[in-house]
């Protein structure tokens, strides 16, 4: 969690920086990231390549920056294929995930060597030549509640992700028919019940563990998924309780790990800030940030996001606090933020609110309802704000 102390260096540094037109800025916390990055690679047994799930932030310096920290991409779409290239991802860092790989794809992807490209279904594997030159890995759905909420639960039955894991003997067979050379699960995003995801581990290796009986060094690799809900870096994190998990569930296994995170890694290593356009009596305060870049929050639950407020001059807004909700500034009835939270009685015009955590799923869904203008974004490097990319008008 971002101190206050940086938070008022931030400002400081920030503020004059800014035009009239910015409105609202997307922001990244480098030091924040480098240390969840850090973190991730210390959890796990050494050797796990960690490819990070490019549709939770897609800004092309944040793709540049988890590049030059060692980690690898996972791409959902061919598009996210070219950006982790553009981004100078080796291919045998990039993940290929997307359910919908259309015949051109594959062949666009055919010669980079090492990709792992993991298919959807069994009939997906016809598309595939035998001159592939990447690592073909088929989709398991372990079909487990890992507790992940209903929307982002992969693993139930009927979900569009993945060969049901019932369908093992199907899955052995083409395994063995076809030159598949990995296995990959994605159990759902925000698992909370860690227990019954090494249940889902298990079955993976034992799986892999099947085919290898019958081909011997047939299976190489194991992709493992994302899914961790985000939290601040403690004593005894969530994260370290998984890596452990999976070093139990593997050891001595010699299959190359590979990972997806994205919400945990990018979560808290975004904020936000807007200027207060608004405040209405008694307690409606409008901002500049909505459903366009909180899509998931405003349109399903929203998450608590801390949030201060901050004087033209980077001096923090204090006093008695006062219940508001907040506004965003689409034109529909639904577009609040937040609703009953407490913040400074004495809210005024032309103030910014500052909303931390807000690194994932936010700039990357960013929505073109109402055709508003997307922010400027800018790293926090520990020192000053630089500027990643200009505000972008939306051409339709
Ligand atoms: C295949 C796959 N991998 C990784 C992720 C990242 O999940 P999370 O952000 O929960 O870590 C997702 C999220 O949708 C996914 O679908």
Known sequence: MIQTVEIARIMTDLLPKLGAEDTAVIGVNLPALTSRLRHLEDAFPEGVQHSIAIKTNPHPKMLEFLVSQGFGLEAASIEEVRMALAAGCS????????????????????????????????????????DFEGILGIRINPQVHTGAPDLYDVSKNESKFGVPVDMKEHIVDAALRYPVRALHMHSGSQMKNLNIQRGALKELKRIADTINAEAPGKIKVLDIGGGLLTESLGSQTQMEAYGQIVAEVFRGSGYLLVTEFGQWVQDEAGFALSVIEYVLTPNKVFIHLGADFFMRDVYTKARSFPMTVWNGDATQVQGLDKVYDIAGPLCFAGDYLAHGIQLPAVLQEGQYLFIDHTGANTYALWSRHCSRTLPATWAWDGNSMVKWSNRLTIGF
Do not use: Y
């Open 91 to 130: 291919p045998a860092q990039i993940v290929f995930d997307s359910p919908v790989k259309t015949r051109n794809e594959i062949r666009e992807i055919s010669s980079f060597p090492g990709i792992l490209a993991n298919v959807n279904s069994l009939e997906e594997l016809d598309r595939f030549d035998a």
